[in-house]
């Protein structure tokens, strides 16, 4: 699927998205959800995420923190506190430590909170992204806190293309846990 250029197009691909993670997570077995990640046979999971995260709960905890940022940077910036999407004192080149940082705060949230947490500011992230025109999503120069992006690109990165990556990891889980079984 294209990248949306539409906020009919986020709003769409942001929910099916969400709701194809749900379908894969639904459909994991026992052993799946049981089973740690583990990615170090595979050379080419070289970045950091690979290592970090260890089952489910910490990648819906992953989601749910991006959109966390995503929900508080635009309120921020929309009542006129100047913020980057990234808060201090972390910036794009060092966000690997504030997401290792957002799984160090969760390791005690349970799987059915880490869900409910999700499901939840999914809902705001949609919700958010309605009040705003086509516009003022997808034309560059809109918002000056935005900088040389558009705000539409936001949104899809803390939803359906991050959906996308959480789906890339669980599928690479099942194939882990199906390849332990065959051996």
Same mark, same amino acid.
């Given at each position: 699927?294209?990248? $949306?250029?539409?906020?009919? !197009?986020?709003?769409?691909?942001?929910?099916?998205?969400?709701?194809?993670?749900?379908?894969?997570?639904?459909?994991?077995?026992?052993?799946? +959800?049981?089973?740690?990640? &583990?990615?170090?046979? &595979?050379?080419?999971? %070289?970045?950091?995420?690979? %290592?970090? !995260?260890?089952?489910?709960?910490?990648? +819906?905890?992953?989601?749910?923190?991006?959109?966390?940022? +995503?929900?508080?940077?635009?309120?921020?910036?929309?009542?006129? !506190?100047?913020? $980057? #999407?990234? $808060?201090? $004192? *972390?910036?794009?080149?060092? *966000?690997?430590?504030?997401? +290792?940082? #957002?799984?160090?705060?969760?390791?005690?949230?349970?799987? /059915?909170?880490?869900?409910?947490?999700?499901?939840?500011?999914?809902?705001?992230?949609?919700?958010?992204?309605?009040?705003?025109?086509? /516009? /003022?999503?997808?034309?560059?120069?809109?918002?000056?806190?935005?900088?040389?992006?558009?705000?539409?690109?936001? #949104?899809?990165?803390?939803?359906?293309?991050? *959906? !996308?990556?959480?789906?890339?990891?669980?599928?690479?889980?099942?194939?882990?846990?199906?390849?332990?079984?065959?051996?």
């Amino acid at each position: 699927m294209s990248r $949306p250029t539409t906020k009919t !197009d986020l709003i769409t691909q942001a929910t099916e998205n969400y709701d194809k993670m749900n379908t894969l997570i639904l459909n994991l077995t026992e052993q799946e +959800l049981s089973t740690p990640f &583990d990615f170090t046979a &595979d050379e080419k999971k %070289k970045e950091a995420h690979w %290592k970090r !995260d260890y089952n489910l709960r910490d990648i +819906l905890i992953h989601l749910y923190e991006w959109h966390q940022l +995503l929900l508080r940077w635009v309120q921020k910036n929309q009542n006129g !506190d100047m913020k $980057p #999407f990234i $808060p201090a $004192p *972390y910036n794009w080149k060092t *966000y690997s430590q504030m997401n +290792l940082n #957002f799984w160090k705060k969760h390791q005690n949230t349970s799987l /059915e909170s880490a869900k409910e947490m999700l499901q939840e500011s999914h809902c705001q992230v949609v919700n958010l992204a309605k009040t705003f025109s086509n /516009e /003022e999503l997808f034309s560059k120069g809109i918002y000056k806190w935005v900088g040389g992006s558009t705000l539409g690109s936001y #949104f899809i990165s803390a939803t359906s293309s991050h *959906y !996308d990556w959480a789906m890339k990891k669980l599928k690479a889980h099942k194939k882990h846990c199906k390849s332990m079984n065959q051996t």
